[in-house]
């Protein structure tokens, strides 16, 4: 009975002991995804932190110059800190999903920025483990269709042009009625397109049902989520494709 009793006991300090270092580890990489940075040569200041934008997704927009860059989980290198390594060598910034994992060797976990450029922007996605990069090349066109428009969603050809700033390529804005149209689908939703039809390139909140007048957040391709009106009005509506920011006031 004792050794029956003894061996249940190792078994049952066997099982707490391997739930204690799988909670350890979870937790050690939960606490990991609430920042990240960038560091090395190639980030200017030497080091820039990354803005979390939701559904695990951390992103950079601004100048990267040619040299080594790091991501890692603490501002300051440490016992603690993870790099994330890309999973093939001499891995480039500039890609379209590269996979990663975490590291705790920041010498063997750079990433390599070819050209200095203004207008990178990189994005990482903790939940399908990728780093995303591109030198942001201005948009030649953006429009605005939708139920809340006046040209619905059967609007391929005929969706409303808005206006590029002059001085900054990225930044356009429109000023248009947007209300609710009972006799369409989603009467009271829009979204942005790049072109004058529905593909390929898109605008979309990261919730769908997003208000226009407090969402402030965007982002290009993804799920097919709208914009919603919960105010009929004129609109003026200013779009940063580099920043990806979107804001909204009704004039009228």
């Given at each position: 009975?004792?050794?029956?009793?003894?061996?249940?006991?190792?078994?049952?300090?066997?099982?707490?002991?391997?739930?204690?270092?799988?909670?350890?580890?979870?937790?050690?990489?939960?606490?990991?995804?609430?920042?990240?940075?960038?560091?090395?040569?190639?980030?200017?200041?030497?080091?820039?932190?990354?803005?979390?934008?939701?559904?695990?997704?951390?992103?950079?927009?601004?100048?990267?110059?040619?040299?080594?860059?790091?991501?890692?989980?603490?501002?300051?290198a440490?016992?603690?800190?993870?790099?994330?390594?890309?999973?093939?060598?001499?891995?480039t910034?500039?890609?379209?999903?590269?996979?990663?994992?975490?590291?705790?060797?920041?010498?063997?976990?750079?990433?390599?920025?070819?050209v200095?450029?203004?207008?990178?922007k990189?994005?990482?996605?903790?939940?399908?483990?990728?780093?995303?990069?591109?030198?942001?090349?201005?948009?030649?066109?953006?429009?605005?269709?939708?139920?809340?428009?006046?040209v619905?969603?059967?609007?391929e050809?005929?969706?409303?042009?808005?206006?590029?700033?002059?001085?900054?390529?990225?930044?356009?804005?429109?000023?248009?009625?947007?209300?609710?149209?009972?006799?369409?689908?989603?009467?009271?939703?829009?979204?942005?397109?790049?072109?004058?039809?529905?593909?390929?390139?898109s605008l979309?909140?990261?919730?769908?049902?997003?208000?226009?007048?407090?969402?402030?957040?965007?982002?290009?391709?993804?799920?097919d989520?709208?914009?919603?009106?919960?105010?009929?009005?004129?609109?003026?509506?200013?779009?940063?494709?580099f920043?990806?920011t979107?804001?909204?006031?009704?004039?009228?």
């Amino acid at each position: 009975m004792r050794i029956l009793s003894h061996t249940i006991m190792k078994r049952l300090f066997i099982c707490l002991s391997l739930v204690a270092l799988h909670f350890s580890l979870f937790m050690s990489s939960a606490a990991a995804q609430d920042a990240l940075w960038l560091t090395g040569s190639a980030v200017p200041g030497g080091q820039q932190q990354l803005k979390a934008v939701g559904n695990g997704q951390y992103k950079y927009a601004g100048t990267l110059n040619a040299g080594e860059l790091y991501v890692q989980t603490t501002r300051k290198a440490g016992g603690s800190t993870r790099y994330l390594k890309a999973l093939l060598p001499d891995a480039t910034v500039a890609n379209h999903g590269q996979q990663y994992a975490e590291s705790t060797d920041g010498n063997k976990s750079a990433w390599q920025v070819d050209v200095t450029d203004d207008h990178y922007k990189v994005c990482i996605d903790t939940k399908a483990k990728t780093l995303h990069g591109e030198i942001f090349v201005p948009w030649g066109e953006l429009f605005i269709a939708g139920g809340a428009t006046e040209v619905g969603w059967k609007s391929e050809g005929k969706m409303l042009l808005m206006e590029q700033d002059i001085d900054n390529p990225y930044l356009w804005t429109w000023e248009g009625e947007l209300r609710e149209h009972p006799n369409v689908e989603e009467p009271r939703s829009f979204k942005f397109q790049g072109q004058d039809r529905w593909h390929p390139k898109s605008l979309h909140p990261y919730v769908q049902d997003a208000d226009i007048l407090t969402d402030q957040q965007l982002h290009t391709g993804g799920p097919d989520t709208k914009w919603t009106i919960s105010t009929e009005g004129r609109y003026h509506i200013a779009i940063d494709l580099f920043n990806e920011t979107v804001s909204a006031k009704i004039v009228k």
